[in-house]
Structures are given as C-alpha cells and as structure tokens.
C-alpha cells in the first residue's frame, strides 16, 4: 500500500528531513530549550510582561520551578555539553536565581 503524505501548499515539498531543516530558518536545539525555560520563568518573576494580556504579575512557584527544571537539565547533561551551551546554561540559572531571590524580598 503506497504512503499518503500530507503536503502543505504554503511550503515547497521537501524530499527529505534535512532539506526541510535547511530551509526553515529557526533551528531548534540545546540554546532554545534553555531559553524557553528562562523566558518562562522571567515571565513569572514580573521582569516581563505575561503573554496577552500585557499584565505584569509574580508567580515564585512557577518560576522555581522553571528554574528547577533548568538545573535538572544541567545535573542531566553534565559532560556532554559544548563550552558554549555549558556556559549558556550556567549564566542563565545564575541570573534567574538572583532574579529569583530579588522576587522573594520583594514579596
């Protein structure tokens, strides 16, 4: 039975995975899980507004826990990171918990 594909129109067919990487211009890895964490949980220390509704608010549970997730990510890929996603990783839970403790005496 031949395979059925679903193609989307907007996008020009590709034949195979690499070539579809090789066109979209947003490459997923390491760095864009670290930021994604980060950027959640700056959004939960009020140093961003949340998305939508343009309201700035605190929520210390969910950024510790995004900051928790962020160091389960560092305690799980110890050694098997490059220089730079090591150093990326290190430099944002630094600031995140300095971000974090700020939050707290604030509270």
């Known amino acids: ?7 989307d129109k907007e996008r020009p067919r590709m ?8 066109e979209d211009s947003r490459e997923v890895g390491f ?18 507004s949340a998305p939508g509704s343009g309201e700035t608010k605190t929520d210390l549970v969910e950024a510790k826990q995004m900051i928790d997730l ?6 799980k890929t110890a050694g098997n990171l490059t220089d730079g996603g090591s150093g990326l990783l290190d430099t944002n839970l630094f600031d995140l918990r300095m971000r974090y403790l700020e939050a707290v005496k604030r509270a």
């Open 70 to 75: 962020l160091d389960v990510l560092k305690s």
């Open 31 to 48: 760095g864009t899980l670290v930021l994604l964490f980060s950027t959640g949980s700056m959004v939960h220390l009020d140093a961003s």
């Open 15 to 22: 034949t195979n995975q690499t070539q579809w990487q090789n």
């Open 1 to 7: 039975m031949p395979e059925t594909r679903v193609v």
